[in-house]
């Protein structure tokens, strides 16, 4: 029976060091943790199976186990054991090893430890690779024959800075498994691997439509293989979002043709890969190490009772996912765990970044080893996640990888949460509104979006909704939004808080939302579908919906052109001038001036200037003026040969709109003005 899942949609929540200050951190890391103390750790990464010419080896890591049986299998789900080897101890290391003279290609095994009397439920252990349908048994495979051709040649895009890139966050079904998406491979793995792919009414969809719109990146919601969907009936077509991880090491079988085949739905992911990679496209995967499926039932806990997870001096799970479970990154063998799968994901996947959900669960020191250990791969493999927790937790405030704390973290970045709500309203408020939407009062945290959370002259942090001070050290520690798979969509948050509106107007809305994210320093995110006003039927946190909730209706690219255009416009105008993506913080409080703006005469507007050709922009100066109010708002520009970029709902990356020379400009209602000069 599966345990209910109820509270994936809390990864939005932010409980910040200042909220939980006060928690019992003063009692953790105590006798709960004593138990531990004496536990060996084991850095290798050739747990728990492995064949060579002498045949397949396993060593299973369970320090406290009394006898660990090895179980092997001919089929991945059903039948008994053809055989049933005892494991042997290694005292120095903690592992159970046993090796069978024979390249068990095809078979499946588990393993079944016995401690304190009490015999456990077999597992596939924590580092199955491949496994049968639904994840009970891992199996033994030949990696050679899921690589497709080519795959060694394989790379993904290169990119200098984190803020070059732009990321588009998606979920395999969202984005291909409506009637109108013309792809033949709905909700699968392979659905991006197909060309040529036209909606109902003739627009580009798949991967064609990425291309078409400009993005770098694609993050995609979780596809380890996951709990929640029955592999063995898929015709159902049961959704889930997939944070409830079950066996972190192997793709999620529903995504795949063929389930109860072991190799196609890792030969399908890395097609997958391959043909985003071609396509210049790089790929981020969502990780959730921070919590399990399942509680005593989980891989870890049938492998080394109570270890990977951390529980409160009574003993019981502590919870700081909202998930019913929290792993603990601080004990060695975790860490080494979480190092070791996302080096993978890269070697075996060709994976570009890594997306930790829930991040303030794990450690700093946790997460500074794994950039590096990433970094020594290639350089270019980015590291973010939230930097907040879903409740309070036994790891200590201050050892938390929390937002406030991305600056004693290299190589990692963290979600603006202040950009977000700042710009489009709370984000569990339905009817809260914010800057782009005409509610006053947030100018100064947009600003502080505008600046990626760095220390600027002319950025008051006191008056910041979400944050007090200047966080980041580097505008690569931050990733700016208005919007993800979490809560409502952008199109329904507007309709929402904007009752009284048409959706022209709230399309208008959307766009200046998004023109702040695409204009601010750090690096922009977006959620699929967005670009065409996607909607997900008013619904918040849709991560157990049907398909008709959350597929995208690709129909509506042709409705909303005008909307794709300009969100086509906007990233082609980031790609193209890098002043919108400085690299230090040093540039940026040097190159961006703000505008004197009275926000109780003027409220919901701001402009800035990008000046001196900031980081070697071709435009020596850039002019961005936001009105989020409902009425139009004049601003005073420095007289000059401006060429307009953007104007009234319409974006010209080469700043061909029409001319100006300065002087008092009207901004109408909801939207950005961009300007440019040469000279
Ligand atoms: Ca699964």
Redesign the pocket.
């Given at each position: 029976m599966k345990k209910p899942i109820f509270a994936y949609f809390m990864a939005a929540t932010m409980l910040s060091a200042s909220m939980v200050a006060t928690s019992q951190d003063a009692s953790a890391q105590s006798n709960y943790d004593a138990q531990f103390v004496d536990y060996p750790s084991y850095a290798g990464d050739d747990l728990e199976m492995r064949v060579d010419k002498s045949g397949t080896h396993f060593k299973l890591w369970s320090p406290k186990a009394d006898k660990v049986n090895l179980h092997l299998y001919n089929d991945g789900r059903t039948g008994e054991a053809y055989k049933t080897i005892a494991m042997t101890f290694n005292s120095t290391d903690g592992t159970w090893s046993a090796s069978v003279a024979e390249q068990l290609y095809g078979k499946f095994y588990t393993f079944q430890i016995e401690q304190g009397g009490k015999l456990y439920a077999e597992t596939p252990g924590v580092w199955a690779k491949a496994v049968g349908v639904?994840?009970k048994r891992a199996a033994i495979i030949d990696f050679a024959n899921t690589n497709p051709e080519g795959w060694t040649e394989d790379r993904g895009p290169k990119v200098d800075y984190f803020t070059d890139v732009i990321i588009y966050e998606m979920h395999h079904r969202d984005m291909s498994v409506h009637t109108n998406s013309g792809i033949a491979n709905k909700g699968k793995f392979l659905a991006l691997t197909e060309e040529g792919v036209r909606s109902l009414n003739g627009e580009k969809t798949g991967i064609d439509h990425l291309k078409e719109l400009g993005i770098t990146h694609v993050h995609i919601l979780p596809s380890y293989?996951?709990?929640s969907?029955d592999?063995t009936q898929l015709p159902s077509n049961v959704y889930n979002w997939g944070y409830d991880p079950?066996?972190y090491n192997t793709p999620?079988?529903?995504y795949s043709t063929n389930?109860s085949d072991p190799e196609t739905r890792i030969r399908e992911m890395k097609e997958m890969i391959k043909a985003l990679h071609d396509a210049g496209i790089g790929v981020i995967l969502d990780v959730v190490y921070n919590h399990t499926a399942e509680n005593d039932g989980s891989n870890f806990n049938l492998t080394a009772p109570g270890y990977y997870h951390r529980h409160w001096e009574d003993g019981n799970y502590s919870d700081a996912s909202g998930c019913n479970n929290e792993t603990a990154s601080d004990r060695q063998q975790m860490r080494n765990y979480i190092i070791n799968s996302t080096k993978y994901w890269v070697n075996e996947y060709h994976i570009d970044g890594f997306r930790f959900d829930l991040m303030a669960i794990h450690d700093i020191e946790t997460m500074n080893q794994v950039a590096a250990e990433l970094k020594k791969i290639d350089p270019r493999i980015f590291v973010y996640g939230e930097g907040w927790t879903c409740g309070d937790s036994p790891l200590k405030v201050e050892k938390r990888a929390l937002k406030e704390h991305v600056s004693q973290m290299s190589g990692i970045a963290v979600f603006s949460d202040d950009l977000r709500d700042a710009v489009k309203g709370h984000y569990s408020n339905a009817a809260d509104r914010g800057f782009a939407s005409g509610k006053p009062g947030n100018e100064e945290t947009v600003k502080i979006g505008i600046v990626a959370a760095t220390a600027h002259p002319q950025v008051d942090y006191s008056k910041g909704q979400n944050s007090k001070f200047p966080y980041a050290a580097s505008p690569q520690m931050i990733v700016n939004y208005v919007s993800c798979h979490d809560d409502l969509c952008l199109t329904d948050k507007l309709r929402l808080s904007m009752p009284d509106a048409t959706d022209a107007e709230r399309m208008a809305v959307a766009k200046l939302a998004q023109t702040i994210v695409f204009t601010s320093q750090g690096t922009p995110f977006m959620f699929c579908g967005e670009e065409i006003f996607r909607d997900k039927k008013g619904i918040h946190n849709t991560y157990n919906q049907p398909d008709h909730v959350n597929a995208i209706d690709w129909n509506l690219k042709a409705t909303n052109k005008d909307q794709f255009n300009y969100y086509k416009g906007l990233i082609a105008l980031r790609k193209a001038h890098p002043a919108f993506r400085m690299p230090t913080a040093e540039m940026i409080a040097k190159h961006i001036v703000f505008d004197k703006i009275d926000s109780e005469k003027q409220p919901n507007l701001i402009a800035y200037s990008l000046v001196d050709n900031a980081n070697g922009d071709s435009w020596k100066e850039i002019k961005v003026v936001l009105n989020g109010a409902a009425t139009a708002q004049e601003v005073k520009i420095k007289k000059g040969d401006w060429m307009i970029v953007a104007q009234d709902g319409k974006i010209c990356p080469e700043g061909q709109l029409g001319t100006t020379k300065g002087g008092k400009i009207t901004v109408a209602p909801y939207s950005a003005l961009i300007i440019a000069r040469t000279k």
């Open positions: 639904n994840g293989d996951y709990n969907v592999e079950m066996n999620e079988g529903s389930p």
